[in-house]
């Protein structure tokens, strides 16, 4: 099964994302708004139970932390993804940096990690081109707190649901 581990946030920025997402984001139906903090791949059940338990440890060294999305951003010209933006990044990758060790070593990564919230994605350059003009203006403030991760799992339908949570409490 497909697995993955996530931030998610709070009601009124999944709203907010989700106006632009229905339009822009052919996963809209499949995956609800979410910060990826590692990607998606295939796991045996070994595997998730290792996974489990290095979560488990890990969210009682993580304390709680505060999270604000402050405008649009693009990819482009790497890829045609727009996207909201936070404001301070660090937390995050602190967070993923701490996630990929041990059995949920990432050694074989094609980018730098740069955590977002993707609501637009392949899309014509064109159509990115408008988007991104049209959302630029637009005034992005929503702060949160992240006070759990999510373990994400793939159904067999293609949607993706929330396998457990684990509560950060360092």
């Not at 990690?113 to 637009?120: E, F, K, R, S």
């Amino acid at each position: 099964m497909m697995y993955g581990i996530a931030i998610l946030p709070s009601a009124e920025i999944k709203e907010f994302a989700n106006s632009y997402r229905k339009r822009f984001d052919p996963y809209y139906r499949v995956i609800s708004p979410h910060i990826t903090v590692r990607e998606k791949e295939e796991w045996t059940e070994e595997q998730l139970q290792a996974a489990i338990s290095h979560l488990e440890d890990l969210s009682r060294t993580v304390s709680p932390f505060q999270l604000t999305f402050n405008r649009f951003s693009s990819y482009f010209p790497v890829n045609n993804v727009i996207y909201l933006a936070l404001e301070q990044v660090e937390p995050v990758i602190d967070l993923h940096d701490k996630l990929c060790t041990g059995p949920l070593v990432d050694t074989e990564k094609a980018y730098t990690y740069h955590p977002h919230l993707t609501i637009g994605q392949k899309l014509g350059a064109d159509e990115l081109h408008d988007v991104l003009a049209s959302v630029k203006n637009t005034p992005v403030d929503f702060s949160f707190n992240v006070d759990s991760i999510q373990l994400l799992g793939k159904q067999e339908n293609g949607e993706w649901s929330v396998i457990r949570s684990f509560p950060l409490q360092g």
